[in-house]
């Protein structure tokens, strides 16, 4: 089917006046640039994911290939003039397996988390992301543990699982203890599993901190421009002797430990200082 001429010059004109708005949009909206650039980070992602898929997959399903994946990704930070500063990296146990555990603020934590990835670490994520397009099987290829968290049932086996798989394969976890994205600048109560996996098996835990997006990111105003994020990684925590008894006290007291470094390094210049002065800010969030 041809089109007439008169369509054509329609076509023509709608496309003079996307290209006309589109940079107005840029340059006179912010929302709209906070639009562009999610919009823009998600497909790049899953489009980085359609590169990453046939060479994970000579692998298969395996640790390894969350490397891949890592290299893949870690020039994100540099489209978006996002800072990355890592200390503490020396904290990381250099040969046995441990559980991670990190705050959890937006989409944009997958960027300090390539930063600082160690080797043959997965992160575990909701049962979601696997049908996420490319990027699922992409998550899947790369070894990451997707849990169901509406079966508790299901989520507790998995677990168990997870904690036989840290001690035969040498394998490392990465996991939210929030349970949720925290778009508050703050740090909401810890979900406990990440801790009864740890002390089931007999590993460490290291806490690692990122510092707030909120000089250069926020959900609630739409803005999105560049900056810095600290990543601190903290000491590990035994848990040698540790029985599931000791379970809430232990996430309790790396939850402290943990706000008290979040404090820190979102006042200093690097991490969302003016928003945490603020009333209802991080200066404000109650233990």
Same mark, same amino acid.
Request: net charge positive.
């Given at each position: ?7 054509? *010059? ?7 006046? @996307? ?10 909206s912010?929302? =709209?640039?906070?639009?562009f ?20 997959? +000579? ?15 870690? %020039?994100? !930070?540099? @489209? ?5 500063e ?17 705050? %959890? ?16 670490? +997965? ?11 490319s ?13 169901? &968290? !509406?079966? *508790?049932?299901d =989520? ?15 394998v ?10 925290? %778009? ?11 801790? %009864?996996?740890?002390?089931? =098996?007999?590993?460490p835990?290291?806490?690692?901190v ?8 926020? !959900? ?18 035994? *848990? ?9 006290? @232990? ?15 979102? *006042? ?9 002065? !603020?009333p ?5 969030a &109650?233990?």
């Amino acid at each position: 089917m041809e089109l007439w001429p008169g369509a054509w *010059t329609v076509l023509l004109l709608l496309l003079l006046l @996307l290209l006309f708005l589109l940079p107005t949009l840029w340059f006179c909206s912010p929302s =709209a640039k906070y639009f562009f650039k999610m919009a823009f980070y998600n497909g790049w992602i899953l489009f980085l994911a359609v590169l990453a898929i046939p060479v994970c997959a +000579v692998r298969g399903r395996n640790v390894e290939n969350m490397k891949i994946l890592r290299l893949m990704l870690l %020039h994100v !930070k540099y @489209l978006y003039g996002i800072r990355v500063e890592v200390r503490g990296a020396h904290h990381f146990p250099p040969s046995q397996p441990y559980v991670v555990v990190s705050n %959890h603020q937006s989409s944009l934590d997958l960027l300090g988390m390539m930063e600082v990835l160690p080797g043959r670490c +997965v992160p575990i994520a909701k049962r979601e992301l696997l049908w996420a397009g490319s990027a699922g099987l992409a998550c899947w290829l790369a070894g990451v543990i997707f849990i169901d &968290r !509406k079966r *508790t049932g299901d =989520a507790i086996s998995v677990m168990s699982e997870v904690a036989q798989t840290l001690l035969t394969q040498d394998v490392r976890v990465w996991v939210f203890p929030e349970g949720t994205r925290n %778009h508050n600048g703050s740090m909401l109560p810890f979900k406990r599993g990440a801790f %009864h996996l740890a002390v089931q =098996a007999q590993v460490p835990i290291v806490p690692i901190v990122m510092s707030s997006y909120q000089d250069f990111y926020c !959900k609630k105003e739409r803005r999105f421009t560049s900056g810095r994020c600290q990543v601190r990684v903290l000491p590990p925590v035994p *848990t040698e002797g540790l029985t599931p008894d000791d379970v809430p006290a @232990l996430a309790d007291r790396v939850r402290h430990s943990m706000l008290t470094i979040f404090r820190e390094i979102s *006042t200093d210049g690097r991490g969302g200082g003016d928003y945490l002065k !603020k009333p209802g800010g991080m200066g404000e969030a &109650r233990l």
